[in-house]
């Protein structure tokens, strides 16, 4: 999520769900070099070569978040334009120019002209309940998309009768509950908005049976991951850095402890992560992404010549990352934790 991004507004005409033009991809098969790894300790080795390219795939976007890999090797990226309202899909078998299309727009809110809303897409996507899971910053909600007929279902829009601000970033656990995170980013006035119901910005369960339950209202969370172990969950916090909780086995939090000190680090910012298969934290800031070890240890960064505001680690052996008005990867060792 860039805060200094302002919304375009999509109207309810603009509701296609078709394959129309959009961002171009930048060149078939050869793509250009725009980071490197940054290797702080032997161990990232495990994880990705030191001399790996960091390669831009697709442009165009007026804010790219979010993406998600769907199917298995030979599957494909959606990927968020969140203040462009659209959900964009790229596939690396396809090449060319046509590797790029829009999969659905709008991709939230879709009725008339507002005042209140400064990003009206989706943002963070997973996949979930047999679909895409979406953070809906723009209906102010967590919503289900058929992936074949694109219908959406709306699973979560209130808590103790308020409207949620705007869901951001979302993660699956094992037992089928969907955690998310719920910063006022897609309401004009973001952390002032005068369309906030809330004078908090919450971390939810949403469990199977669409029940919605607090974990913690007192953080300013952005990303958001769970340990492989379904045991700790971690969050972007806007003022400190990276927080975790311990939960217990019906995953309610009994512990906070802070996980990384942006400050104590000199990491600038904070963003979306990812958490892999060994339970390494992939989190994104100004850097790039910040590779940290289950304990906290930081062991590499993949910059960019751009900001990276959040990554997926997908089938085909590649970690993309979602980098202001672009999509960029690099080919990793690690995997994504599936069940």
Known sequence: MNPTLSMTRRGAAASILAFAAAPALAKAETYPVVGKVERLDPA???LVDADAPVEL?????????????????DGFLLVSDVPANKILRWSPQKGGKGGGAVWLSPSGYAGPE????????????????????VGDSGNRCVSRIDLKTRRKTVLASSFEGKRLNSPNDLVLARDGAI?????????????????????????YRLGVDNVLTMIDRTVEPNGIGLSPDGRTLYATDRKSGWVAWDLDAKGAPTARRQF????????NGGDGLKVDRGGNLWASSKDGISIFTPAGRRIGIIRAD?????????????????SNHRVIRVRVKARKLAF
């Open 179 to 203: 955690y998310f995170t719920d910063p006022p980013w897609g309401l004009k006035g973001d952390w002032r908005s005068p369309y906030r119901q809330t004078d908090y910005s919450g971390v």
């Open 260 to 267: 990384i000190d942006r400050l104590a680090t000199g990491i």
């Open 57 to 73: 795939v697709l442009d165009g976007f007026t804010w790219s978040e979010g993406p998600v890999w769907v199917g298995g090797q």
């Open 306 to 322: 751009d900001v990276i505001s959040n990554c997926e680690l997908a089938a085909d052996g590649h970690l993309y990352m979602s």
């Open 44 to 46: 990232l080795d495990a």
């Open 114 to 133: 507002t005042n209140s809303l400064r990003e009206a897409g989706s943002n963070g996507l997973i996949l979930a309940r047999g679909g895409l899971v």
